[in-house]
Structure formats: C-alpha cells, structure tokens
C-alpha cells in the first residue's frame, strides 16, 4: 500500500499501577500531555457503567496538540474499587486533516487489560485513509447535532448508547480539520463535563424535536450521513479552515452554504457574510465571495462588479485583505453591459472607498468605449474622465453627453480637426455660453461655416444669432465659398439680412452671381429684394451696375405677384411709403422719381425695366402731374404734394 494512501495512529494505555496512570505508549508524550490523559482517562465523575459497558472521550493535548480519543472500561480485576482501563487513540495533525471517515476509529479499540503481553499497543497503527465504516443511525444523529449545535441536551440510554456514540464520531467526521481539534466530547453522562465539552446530558429527558426542522440541520444530517462526498462537506472544509471554531460555527457556515445555493450572489448574503466574520476570520469565504480569489475553487458565486464596489465601499479593509492589484485585475474586466451601474457605485461609494477610488477608476475607464458613452448611462464624472484620459471616444454620437463648459474644456486635449467640429457643432444647436464667445472671436473660420450648416438644417439655435448678427463682416470674411443656393440663404438668415456695412453688398452680390441657378425661384425671389434693399439703403445712384441686374426679373415678379410673402414685406420697407396704397410696382417707380427730384439721372436702370410711356414720364418726374405741383409749389413753396 502505498505510503500517502495510509495514515499512522498512534496509541497508549492507561490503567492501575500504583494509581492510575500511563502503562504503555508507541510514543513518547510530555509530562503535560501524561497528565492531562491521566485525568481524562479516568473515571469520569458520576459515570454509571458496569459489566462490559464502556464510553468514549475526545479531546485535545494541550502540549503536543495531538487529538486523543480514548474509551474507558470499567476493570473490577484490579484491587482497588473504580478501576479503569482505557485505550487511547493519538491523532495528528495529518490524520485529523486527511480522513475522511472518522467513524473507523470505533473499530480500534481494544480493551487493554492484556497490555503487558500484546505488544501490538506499543507500536503505532496503519489505516487506509479510504476506509469507511457503515452508516449511522439517522435519528440519532440528527439528536447529536441538535445537542452540538442546538444547545439542546443529549439524552442517555444504554439501548442507544452505540447508536449515539457512532453518531458522535460521525458528526466529528463531518468537521473540517481545525474544528476537529476543538472537539472536546464524552459519550456519557458525568457529573461535570471537559473543558470545552460540545455537549452535555440530561438524564431521563427526551429529545423533544423541534418542527419544523431548522433548515441547517436538514442539511447537516443529510450530509453526515451520506455516503459520498456531498457538496456541503466540500463547502464546510475549504470554508472552515479559517473560521473561528467555536460551537456556533458550523451552523453559520450552513446557513452561509444554503443562501449561496444560486447562479448569482444577492448583495444582503455577501454582506452578512462580510459582517458575521471580522478581520482575520473565514478570508476564504469572504475572498471567494467577491470574486478576489486567486485560486479557481470558489465553491459560492461571487458578487457582480456593482456589489462588489458597495460592499468594498461599505467594509473597506475591515472585513478581508486583498492587494490593490487584485481589485485593478478584477474590475479591468468588466463586462461592457454592466459598466455604468459600476461606474455609478464608484462614485457613490467615493468617499468610503478612500485611497482605493482611483486604482478602479483607472481599471475601468479603458473599458468606456463610444457605444457606452453614448448612451448617456455612464456616471457624468466617468464620462468627463473618460474622454480626457481617451480623446478617441469624443465624436458626433457622444458629444451630447457633455454639458457646453465641459465641451468647451475639452478643447485644449488631443484632438483632431473633426472632433473640434463636432463640439463647435454640438455647442451652437444649444443655448449660448460666454465662453462660446471668445471661442467664436478666436476661430471664426472654423465656427461659421459649421453654424450655416445647422442654419440649414434649422438646427441652428436662436440664442447664438446676436453674435452672429453683429459681426457681420467677420462672419462673411470666414466663408471661402457658397456650396449652393441653400448655404447662401441659411448665411442671410443666420445673420438677418444684414444692411450694414455698405461693403457687403458687393460681397453678397458676388455670391448671389455664383450660386443663382441652384437658388429656388423664391429664394431668387428673396435675394433679388434683399439686394434691391441694400442699394435702396446705400444709395440707388451709386448701384446702378447692380440695380440693372436685377431690377428687370425682379419688377416682373411684382407685376405677376410672384414674391413670397417675408420678401414682399422686406421690398415694402425699402419703397417709398404711400397713403393712397399703390401697388408695389407704382412705389418702385416713385423712389425714381424721387431721386430726380433730387436731380439724379438713372436713365440707364430705367431703360432696363421696359417701361411703358406713362411710367417713364412719372419716375423721371415729367408727368403732366408734376407740372401742376410745380406751379402750386410757386405759389405755396410749404405745400407740395410729392
């Protein structure tokens, strides 16, 4: 048989010699551990057996920590009346770690009353390390776990006596190795108990069962006595190694396995666990349980990353250790859809989280890719830190994320000329900022064009018009050319058809030339009034170049009432008023007779017009009309008609 499939029991007798005392032993104890197996391997106080009967006791040495298990005989051969004999079993730590069945135990006692001619107790025992006894008394273990756990006392009967003891040992085997070692017990009554005892008897009191069952104990008698390894068992021993080992212990621990019974672990189960187990106590489970574990074992779920970030938040470093590196790998993996509710309970968790915030922050914020931040769930500090540490994610889809002065501060970053227009474009569709201003004076070349754009898409909004409206030339100067039609009425209207200065005229004039055959017919319509009002307010006399181009196509667009309504209204300002209501056509021809009056000739617009005799005579003020007032005029030079 192979050495690592064996384990060595060592053994020792105690009886009377003088008093009672060690006999025989395989091996060599201290005087500390001789005495205290002197003393637990005599009679117990007020223990009733006779004839053949026996009890067990277990305990631990307290120099060798070694585990003694011994059972004790009474020996009426001796001369002196009480007399025992007792065979005691010694358990190492490797024993105690690696069977599994300790039930096995029960088989190798021998009552030692022939110590001094069997040399078999002088030599330690080999025991396979797989080999298993039969299966206990279910009822009585459950009764056994009920008085370990449930601090509810064990009846004694001697019909029972054997079923109790071997589920005494059966319930020790279900122990994990550290709790093993505290497991002080004897099988009988006696008139005070060991140090430590895990239960104690009352006699002639029944077990009065409890109903219904607690769940824990449902779960800790199936699995004592199974027959194979169960789950729980598993559960109980990577989990118990470094919890605390008192009675109370392997009850939390099931209650702990029962509420991990699922796919994903609730934020309450993790937390309790967390608050159950302080500093230094059950670092596996609470490692396993966040997901820190570096080992792949994990027997529960872990927390998901946003649980996780409220738990740290809530407990810091007062209910596990873990490396700051650990946390930067984990939460480096995040998972895209679950980033945001992380990224929220990292900023909500701020404060608590301390010196820990930003080695998570700097683990998540290379996850942020443009599909999550655009769609706007991201925490807005996440966001803002996002972009600055990866210029990359501003683009047209994610700039509506940020408010203006946050767009605005990303404009001294590592951006690219694209970017700079997606924030221009995304800061004029919303209301204007101060701050847009100076932006505005320091790139007028890059923000014009960009606003004419929104002006025809009518994304253009309202509250920027007055900075455009009163730079005018600093906005035309900033367009190297008119795409199309469009792109010269979204500039007029961007800047409300501006009269002033008197040298964009010739500008606008230019444009309209080179653009005119994508225009609408109402939008030609529109600039030939908006050019016809800039001559009438700089002067006809001086524009008579541009008055000859387009007076003709426009005066007989008046004649047919063929102008939109926004530019018949415009042409309406820049004519001579008249109180008789005259038609347009009528008041165009008065601002010519005007101006000769005034001794302007404009012949030469005139004659581009076709005009009949009759107008001709009226808008050069030769009518048979202004001979008469001329003749009044002499007479009464303060009323005169025109």
Avoid at 411 to 421: A, E, N, S, T, V
Avoid at 521 to 546: K, M, P, T, W
Avoid at 574 to 587: E, G, Q, T, V
Wanted: proline letters at 5%.
């Amino acid at each position: 048989m192979k050495s690592d499939e064996v384990n060595r029991v060592h053994q020792a007798v105690f009886g009377y010699s003088n008093g009672h005392r060690l006999l025989v032993s395989s091996l060599s104890l201290s005087s500390i551990d001789v005495y205290e197996l002197a003393a637990a391997s005599d009679l117990a106080p007020g223990a009733e057996i006779s004839g053949s009967d026996s009890y067990l006791t277990g305990l631990m040495l307290p120099d060798s920590k070694m585990f003694a298990v011994m059972r004790t005989w009474l020996a009426p051969e001796m001369p002196r009346p009480g007399c025992v004999w007792s065979h005691v079993l010694l358990l190492d730590r490797a024993f105690l770690s690696t069977h599994v069945d300790l039930t096995v135990l029960g088989a190798m006692f021998r009552r030692p009353h022939q110590y001094q001619t069997d040399e078999a107790f002088t030599t330690a025992i080999e025991i396979n390390r797989r080999l298993r006894s039969g299966r206990p008394n279910i009822e009585a273990v459950e009764r056994v776990l009920w008085a370990c756990y449930g601090d509810v006392p064990l009846t004694d009967d001697l019909e029972t006596r054997r079923d109790t003891e071997h589920a005494i040992l059966t319930i020790w085997s279900q122990q994990w190795p550290r709790l093993r070692t505290h497991f002080t017990f004897r099988s009988i009554p006696a008139e005070s108990n060991l140090k430590g005892q895990f239960f104690d008897f009352r006699k002639g009191i029944s077990l009065t069962k409890t109903s219904p069952v607690p769940k824990w104990l449902a779960e800790a008698s199936k699995d004592a006595t199974s027959d194979v390894i169960t789950p729980l068992r598993r559960f109980l021993w990577r989990y118990g190694k470094d919890v605390h080992s008192d009675r109370k212990v392997l009850p939390d621990l099931i209650r702990v396995y029962i509420s991990t019974r699922s796919k994903t672990l609730k934020f309450d189960v993790a937390d309790s666990v967390l608050e159950r187990y302080p500093h230094g106590q059950a670092e596996t489970l609470k490692k396993d349980i966040l997901g820190l574990s570096a080992s792949k074992l994990s027997l529960v779920p872990s927390v998901n990353s946003v649980d996780l970030m409220l738990l740290l938040g809530k407990h810091n470093e007062s209910a596990v250790r873990y490396e700051e590196k650990e946390l930067v790998s984990l939460f480096s993996q995040v998972d895209a859809d679950h980033l945001p509710d992380v990224a929220d309970a990292l900023v909500s968790s701020r404060e608590q989280l301390g010196q820990l915030f930003n080695p998570i922050m700097d683990a998540i914020l290379p996850l942020v890719n443009e599909d999550i931040l655009k769609e706007g769930r991201l925490s807005y500090d996440i966001a803002l830190a996002s972009v600055f540490s990866n210029p990359g994610l501003l683009t047209s889809s994610t700039t509506s994320v940020f408010s203006s002065l946050d767009l605005l501060s990303f404009w001294d970053i590592r951006l690219d000329d694209l970017q700079r227009m997606e924030i221009l474009r995304a800061l004029l569709t919303r209301d204007f900022v101060d701050e847009g201003a100076e932006l505005f004076y320091h790139q007028p070349g890059e923000i014009f064009p960009i606003a004419v754009d929104l002006a025809r898409q009518s994304r253009l909004h309202d509250s920027w018009l007055d900075l455009f409206r009163s730079n005018v030339q600093l906005s035309l100067d900033s367009i190297p050319v008119f795409r199309d039609g469009k792109d010269l009425m979204a500039t007029a209207r961007l800047l409300g058809f501006p009269i002033e200065p008197e040298r964009v005229l010739r500008t606008w004039l230019t444009a309209f030339e080179s653009v005119q055959s994508s225009l609408s017919h109402d939008d030609e319509s529109r600039f030939y009034v908006y050019l016809f009002a800039l001559c009438a307010r700089h002067g006809i006399q001086n524009y008579r170049d541009v008055l000859i181009k387009i007076l003709p196509s426009l005066r007989i667009r008046v004649l047919q009432n063929d102008i939109p309504a926004d530019a018949e209204e415009m042409l309406s300002r820049w004519l001579p008023s008249d109180d008789a209501r005259w038609d347009l056509n009528k008041r165009l021809m008065k601002l010519f007779r005007k101006a000769y009056k005034r001794g302007v000739k404009m012949d030469d617009v005139l004659a581009s017009l076709n005009l009949s005799d009759a107008e001709i005579m009226y808008a050069t003020d030769q009518d048979p009309e202004s001979s008469v007032r001329k003749l009044f005029k002499a007479f009464s030079p303060f009323n005169y008609w025109d």
